[in-house]
Nanobody, 115 residues
Framework: QVQLVESGGGLAQPGGSLRLSCAFS????????MAWYRQAPGKQREQVAGITVAGNTNYLDSVKGRFTISRDNAKKTVSLQMNSLKPEDTAVYYC?????????WGQGTQVTVSS
């Protein structure tokens, strides 16, 4: 059974940076495309960034050039480096597979961007 544990969120000022981490427990991490998602209050969850097994990446247009997703297959982790943060990046961030069927969601990590 897969378990996902996100960490690294917090309060950041506009223009600041945060680095999120997702720890995966279970099997076949290195054969799955992974992604970071976020859900802001009153909005649907959206995929922010994805990464293939080979390390190819894709990003939501609004975060291109500011966010970088990476993975460490040996450590079974996925990271999201977030720079030049904006108030509209405020959300709970989650990791999961990039495509269905998704695993059970972790608890997420709250990111708040505010001055």
């Amino acid at each position: 059974q897969v378990q996902l544990v996100e960490s690294g969120g917090g309060l950041a000022q506009p223009g600041g940076s945060l680095r999120l981490s997702c720890a995966f427990s279970g099997s076949f991490f290195d054969s799955n495309f992974m992604a970071w998602y976020r859900q802001a209050p009153g909005k649907q969850r959206e995929q922010v960034a994805g990464i293939t097994v080979a390390g190819n990446t894709n990003y939501l247009d609004s975060v291109k050039g500011r966010f970088t997703i990476s993975r460490d297959n040996a450590k079974k982790t996925v990271s999201l480096q977030m720079n030049s943060l904006k108030p509209e990046d405020t959300a709970v961030y989650y990791c999961n597979r990039r495509a269905s069927p998704l695993w059970a969601w972790g608890q997420g990590t709250q990111v708040t961007v505010s001055s």
